[in-house]
């Protein structure tokens, strides 16, 4: 596995790394948003993940909030609430980002059923795009196992 779907290569990811401190210790990390994208999986775990790290950098940071930050969060946001939030508390962000997320459309209009159900929609096809993605690798490795390898 040398590149992930949807993240940049080692360069730029190392580039945009995080450090941070533990027991004295600099411990490098992938950035906050290539984290995120990192785990748009098929995988049931990483779906609750992407929201609460998504919600942790809102709470964090909502009261001194970069316009770079706020479209983080109107691209990235899994809480039909926050999202409604971000995007009455940034309208002008928000039609921008609207146009490629329909999430944000209803967000807009305050819709939380409308946001729910585009959030819905946004798994559904990253979680296809994932299997779409790895099923060659699975194939090829599904063919080393004993007993289905080719002669």
């Known amino acids: 596995m040398s590149s992930l779907r949807g993240v940049a290569g080692f360069a730029a990811l190392w580039a945009r790394r995080t450090t941070i401190e533990v027991a004295g210790e600099p411990i490098d990390l992938l950035a906050m948003e290539d984290l ?3 785990k748009k999986t098929q995988r049931d775990k ?3 993940m992407i929201r609460r790290l998504v919600e942790q950098s809102y709470f964090r940071h909502s009261a ?11 691209r990235e946001l899994r809480t039909p609430e926050l999202l409604v939030e971000v995007a009455s508390a940034h309208p002008e962000l928000a039609h921008a980002d609207a146009v490629l997320r329909p999430a944000v459309q209803a967000a ?9 159900d585009a959030l819905d929609a946004e798994e559904r096809e990253e979680r296809r795009k994932d299997r779409e993605y790895w099923y060659p690798l699975k194939r090829e ?10 002669q």
Request: charged share 35%; aromatic share 12%; net charge positive.
């Open 36 to 38: 995120v994208r990192a």
């Open 46 to 48: 990483d779906w609750p």
């Open 64 to 74: 001194s909030a970069t316009q770079e930050l706020v479209r983080f969060w109107l």
């Open 108 to 116: 807009l209009a305050a819709r939380l059923e409308g946001v729910s």
């Open 141 to 150: 490795l599904e063919e080393f196992r004993p007993g289905r390898r080719k």
